[in-house]
Every structure is written in structure tokens, then in C-alpha cells.
């Protein structure tokens, strides 16, 4: 009753350790003991940006694949639209909040639904997309955001045989990108020759999250067929992988340096909750935390940075905060960032891109779909000096590769190239995206062409592999047009120099 009274109860926040105990005399006691231990991050707070600093008018997908359909960069904001026709997303600049134009051009060179999208982190003018199309495309948009519609992709990647679901950099290596695809395969691609180099194929259903470790060396998944893994990547082989009957997982995150995993998911009870695991021994989590008995679903955001975690809730209006320890209790409650309006999904702005100046550690942007609304969501340590806070900033992943593909290819491992927030966060990157020149479609690996005689197991794949037959076939027909106007006229050419040569003589 007093747990009620206070409010603790039915709000989906931890409670605290308030405990009745009986004393020899006979009469229970209220004793109170103190669950947060010291943190400077104890009071971090939620910041909404003001209307003028939002985007509005945004007509966002209604698409209900578990995404976040949005990504941010210090450059530029990708979101994911609804569109008629193909898929599409468009590009905002950062700095040009407000009002969305209704012609605003988009970035609409997919046959399918587009399904995520992700920046590279060394190069802040490309971005890669998946679609429904079975395909993956690189992007390069121009500095200022686009002038008219961009149909034409960079690269175009075919190599699967089902609709792409994921897409993910690799986090130290300036031209690996990993695709996971409903045909339950993942393929790394190698953006320095646009081929496909690996692919990793021990998961029997879908793949519903990747996540790397600091150095890119190992590569978590949570699947469809309840299995958590640890993959070592350019090898293909699992080295760990667990199935736990009181947590079926739906998104694991690496923790840093940390050797740990977290999961989102579900309990024995269908409730949501959070287990933390350690990546040579996923026999059983170390420490399960309930959160609260709603159904949307759990993504984590980590900062290795501030070792914060944040759990947001698709269609919750909250975004709740934990700090991540190495000793008991591991997973420490902060506090909770709350909102009326429900979230669609959220991207995530890296460090260099956040104001250091108003000490803000983390920085969303969430979706509301029912106002096509975009809102800037500052997660902000409270400081009363005005000078650089170098505790709650220290070294973090600079816009630098430590690895060319080739190099990562070859076996080598570094950890990322850091850099300082106080003074370089604004240095211009001098680096290059340079596209190959293909000459051919075709995708071999491991001794098998990924793109031929690839049976339809839809029928919508069967559809959409007619209507991309019939285009090429249209096309073929416009050439042979062509090529025989051609011809005829080269004919006549002939004729007349023939009638014309007597004549002379």
C-alpha cells in the first residue's frame, strides 16, 4: 500500500529496496536501502528541442517491419518515407530544421519498400539502403542535401535472393559493409571491388539484429529461431551461441570493451526485460531484469563513452537510462525520459556531432508518425561551469579508419582511431568514397553465383521478377530498334557512296 501510495507500483520503473521487517518486539519496521549507488550520471535529463528546431511535415513510412527507418549524422538526417511505387527516403540537412517542403526531392532508386538505412561513419556523404527489392545501394549525396530526385545509386549490390532486412558498417574498416537478408543469409560486402567476399550462413531463420564489438572482430546476432550467437566474421564460424527458455531474444547490443552482451526480449511471462550475458559463456545470463509487461518492442542504445544504456520502446512515449557496471549489480536504473507522443523508431547522432558545450552525452531523434514530426531529444549532464567537462567526454571513435577492406580482409584487428571532442570534432575528413567500375553482375562466393538461377519462394518475388524481366526485356527490344535504325542508315550510306564512285570515274 505504500509502494502504491508513493507511486512505485504500475509505473514500470524499478522499485526501490523499501522492505517491511519484524522486530523482536513484534512490530514490523520499514527499513530503506539505498538501490543507486554515486553516479555523474545520476541526474541526466531529457531535453525536447524547441518547435523551430524540429522537422515537420515529414510524410514517414507506415511500414511496420522492426526498424528504426531513420539515421543521423553531423551532416545529414535519412528518413525512411511513405511512397507509391518503389521505395524512397529522403535527406534533410541538419541545420535546416522546420517546415519539410511537400516537393522536397528524395532519394528513390529502389524497385521495393526500402528497409534500413545506415551512414557510413567514415564517409558523411554515403549511406546505404535495403529494400524489398532484394538488392543494397550506396548513396552519395552532394554537401547542401539534394536539388532533385537521386535515382541513380553509387553501387547497386545484388547478392541475395529475399528482401534485405539490415544493413551495418563495419565499425573500423572504411569499405566492409554486412547485409542480412530473409533468405537467412549475411553477406559482407567489399565496397573497394562492389562484390560480396563472405557469406555467413548458420542461421535458420530470419536475422533480426547485428552488432559489433569495438574492433569489428566479432559480430553478435539475434534471430528469428530463438538463438543468440557470437560469430567470428570473415570465417563464418560460431563461437558461441545460446537459446535461454526464460529469455527469447529479439536485439543484442555489444557492451565496448566490456567482454558482455545485452539482449532486449521477452520473458517466460511475456514481459519485457533485459538479460546481460558474457560473450565466451552464453550458457546463462549473468543478471535478467524485467521492465514492464507492454509488447512493443525493445531497442538499446549503448554509449561506451558514459556506459550508459538507453532502452526506448516502439510506440512507448519513454526512453529509460541504466549504467552499465562491471560488478554487482551490473545493470544500475538511472532514470526515465517520458513523452505523450508515441515512437515509431529513433536514430541516434554520433558523438562529434553533439553540443559539448551544453554537456549533452546523447542526442535522438525520434519519429512520430501520427504528426510527421522529427524531434531532437538531448540527453544532457547537468553543469554548472561553463568549461570543457573531459570526464563526461573522454577519447571517443573519430571519423578516421584504422583499416583499409583489404587489410580487415587479410585477418588484421585495430581498435578504432579516437579522437578528442574539445578540439577536433570539426576537422574536415579528407577522405575519398571511391566507387569500382563494374563490368560485370555477378556474385561468387564460395563457389556459387548468388545471382543466377535463383528460384522465386514467393509469390510476390515471382511478381517482381517478371515485371524486372519484362523491363530488361523492353529494353533489349529499344536496342535491337535502335541498332537496326542504325544499320539502315549506315546502309543508305554505303548506296549512295557506290552510286556516287562511277560517276567520278
Known sequence: RILRGWGYLNRGVPRPSLCAELNRGGVWQMSWRPTYRSSKFRNVYGKVANREHCFDGIPITKNVHD?????????????VTESAGGGSFIVIPVSQSGRLDSHHPKVCGHQGNVLDIKWNPFFENIVASCSEDTSVRIWEIP????????????????GHSR?????????????????????????IWNLEIGEPVKMIDCHTD????????????????????????????????VLQQASYKNHRVNRVVFLGNMKRLLTTGVSRWNTRQIALWDQEDLSMPIV??????????????????????YLAGKGDGNIRYFEITTEKPYIQYLMEFRSPAPQKGLGVMPKHGLDVAACEVFRFYKLVTLKGLIEPISMIVPRRSDTYQEDIYPMTSGTEPALSASEWLSGINRDPVLMSLKEGYHRPNQLVFKAPVKEKKSAVVNGIDLLENVPPRTENELLRMFFRQQDELRRLKEELTTKDVRIRQLELELNNLKNV???NV
Not at 531497442?299 to 544504456?309: I, N, W
Request: net charge negative.
Open 288 to 309: 535478467e531484469e524485467d521492465i514492464d509487461g507492454l509488447s512493443g518492442l525493445l531497442f538499446p542504445f549503448y554509449d561506451a563513452d558514459t556506459q550508459m544504456l
Open 501 to 503: 564512285s562511277p560517276n
Open 67 to 79: 526498424n528504426h527507418f531513420c539515421a543521423v549524422n553531423s551532416k545529414f538526417l535519412a528518413v
Open 163 to 187: 528482401r534485405v532486412g539490415l544493413v551495418e558498417w563495419h565499425p573500423t574498416s572504411s569499405g566492409i559493409l554486412f547485409s542480412a537478408g530473409y533468405d537467412y543469409k549475411i553477406l
Open 143 to 158: 554537401d547542401g542535401g539534394l536539388r532533385r530526385n537521386m535515382m541513380e545509386a553509387v553501387l547497386e549490390l545484388y
Open 206 to 237: 530470419v536475422i533480426l539484429s547485428m552488432s559489433f564489438n569495438t574492433d569489428g572482430s566479432l559480430l553478435a546476432t539475434s534471430c528469428k529461431d530463438k538463438m543468440l550467437r557470437v560469430i567470428e566474421p570473415r570465417s563464418g564460424r
